[in-house]
Structures are given as structure tokens and as C-alpha cells.
């Protein structure tokens, strides 16, 4: 069962060619000579599966050996894509595994390459009503494309230690994750910083603008639609991922797919609460990002459907600070950018009557969800606390 509610729609702006790694690909029956370039990712995890993704030098077969313990017992086969980007190509292996049970721990490993990848291990979600946490963060771009500029991703690198420590169930960034997303090299720098996190915990994009022209990198990598909106449930939650950098006015279909998905979660047995993510943010306290046309259509057009379909909250990127509203129409709004780009001067954070909190601050939230309660802690890069709420 895959998570996600794939609306397929808009074209692949990168080359997509795809075989499948059952059907053969290459290389010769029982001998790999493949060789692990980046991951494995893991896209999706549901109670009983998951979806896991790693990137070769060429096309072989794409297999995954897995079980309760490191012996593993079982295989399965999946499929190759190969996305050109530029002069570059990547050849992403993408296999599915299923027949799993709720909160337990699977181990895996990547059998199909010259030498078996080492032992990698996640947890299925839970049943509804069941405990989770999760971690948000975003703006993780350089502050210069790395053509111009060698990257400086301390604070990057220093927020997913800490995320890697919390081991939270599954990650959220809200978008720029690269500077110049048609440059390969982008990519496989984001990649290699992102290291082992991606093999034991789930992570998932939120496009932004910078991120256009990467469309079928992200979505090969991390398993979401081709146009980056996208939803999944976890636990009794449901999570919406909303693209600000395509068309989401009252006339599109990405609007009427979200309008649709919300209201499909609500009806849904045991789903109890609604979260969104999305990169422009509906509501900030800066004077710099304030009139851009995404914000005002943010608000516009977007915290009117929240409000009439009961989302709980909406996490923003965009915007690189820290920003918690009261409830606005029954909706909290979160900015969270802050996870590496350079921040918008304290100055240019004007006061405004929706503010409960806000700091110009490198920095991650981490959520802690119950049957009964949920619990915000807005964190520092080094993990101390900044601003704390329960809800």
C-alpha cells in the first residue's frame, strides 16, 4: 500500500526513461558489479511498508533483501529510472516492500551492487491512536550556488546531528533545499550532506523556488508525484504537501486536489487531525518577504481552505526565522527556515497582532504527537529550546 494520493498531473521537466529491474537491466544473473552512488531514501513508511530508494553508476537490478533481523529472509525487486539532468545522469533504484507489522523494526540492505551495502534498519508507523514524532526544517539551500561558491553547511549539517539524535519517526523540510536545482552537482551535494539520515528515517520535500527545475531529481529520489503536492497519513494524522511554486489559485488543479485531499482525510477512519506544509507562507513578520505574490496568494487563497476544512496547523518555509501565530480561524501557522541559508535581519521583523513568537534564529521543530496531546518545541541549531507550546 503506498501512502501517497498521487495526483498525476504536469509534464517531467527532466528526461525520464524507466525499466524494469525484474524484467532485467543489465548485468549478468546473480553477479552485481554496481556501485552505490548516494541513499538508500526512504519515501515512503506505512504500517505494513515502505519504499526505499538509492542512486548506482549504471543499470543492473534493483533488489532489496529484508527481514525482523540483520539474516534479513526475504527479497524484493523493483524498478531502475534513469534522470538526466544536464549532462548528468542518475539512475535511481526503487524498490517496495510490504507484509510488514505496525511499529516494529525492519533491516534491510541493498543486495543488488558489487558488494552488499551494510545493514540499515526503520520502523513501520502506527496504528492510529498510536504515539509518533516528527521534525520540520527548511531553507537549507547555500547562500551561492555551489558553481560560484564552495558551501558552508555547518548549520545544516549541525541540525541534522541533532535530528539524527531525536530520531524522529520521519523529516519535513519546507523547501530551497538547493541553490541552483539544474545544476547537477546541486543535488549530489544536498545528497551527501543529507548521509544516513535518509536510510532509517523517512524524508519528505516541500519544493520551493529555488528548487524549480529539480522536479524529477526530488521526485525519482524521494518517491512523491512529478509535480511535488502530495499527501500521506501517519498514524491518526494526515499530511498535506502543497506546492507554492506551481499554480494553486481557485481555477487550478492543484487547488482542486487539495481542496479534494482535505476533505477525503476528514472522512477517513481514523484520521483525526490535519497538518499542511507548504514554502510561502500565508503569514510572516517580515517586511522582505511580505508582498511577494506567492505570500499574498498564500494567504489569499489558501488560509481560507484551511480554515473551512479544519487543518490543525501549517508549517512554512521561505521565510529564514522562526515564527509561531495564535490560532488564526482555528489554524496555527509556522515558519520555519532557519535550517542553514543566511537569516533576515532582526530588524526587518516587523510586529504584527496574529505573533505569539518570533526570532531571527538557524533552527528545527520537533513535534511530539499523542491521542491526546501534541507538543511543539522549536529548537536552536544545537538542540536547546527556544519556544515551546502544547496544543
Known sequence: MNKYRRPWVGGVILSICVCLAVQGCGGGSGEYTAQLIAGPFLSTVTQDSATITWQTDKKEKAVVEYGPIDSYGKKASGQITKVTLGTGDFYLNTVSIGGLEPVTWTHYRIGSLEQPSPDFRFRTAPAPGGDFSFVVYGDSRPNLPIALAAPDDTIHQEILNQIQELAPDFVVNTGDLVAEAEDPAEWEHFFSILGSLTSTIAYHPVFGEYDRGGEAVASGFFGTPSNIYYSFDYGDSHFTVINTSADFSPQSVQYDWLGKDLSEAKQREGITRLFAFMHAP??????????????????????????????????????????????????????????????????????????????????????????????????????????????
Not at 501557522?333 to 505569539?356: F, K, R, S
Request: hydrophobic share 35%.
Open 282 to 391: 500565508a503569514y510572516c513578520s517580515s517586511s522582505v518577504f511580505a508582498d511577494d505574490q506567492e505570500v499574498k496568494d498564500a494567504r489569499e487563497y489558501l488560509a481560507p481552505l484551511f480554515k473551512n476544512q479544519g487543518v490543525k496547523m501549517v508549517f512554512q518555509g521561505h521565510v529564514p526565522i522562526y515564527e509561531r501565530t495564535k490560532a488564526i480561524d482555528g489554524v496555527v501557522y509556522l515558519v520555519t527556515g532557519g535550517g542553514g541559508t543566511e537569516l533576515v535581519d532582526a530588524g526587518l521583523l516587523h510586529a504584527q497582532p496574529w505573533t505569539i513568537y518570533k526570532e531571527t534564529a538557524n533552527h528545527f521543530i520537533e513535534m511530539s504527537m499523542g491521542s491526546n496531546h501534541i507538543t511543539m518545541k522549536a529548537k536552536y541549531k544545537d538542540g536547546t529550546v527556544i519556544d515551546t507550546a502544547n496544543y
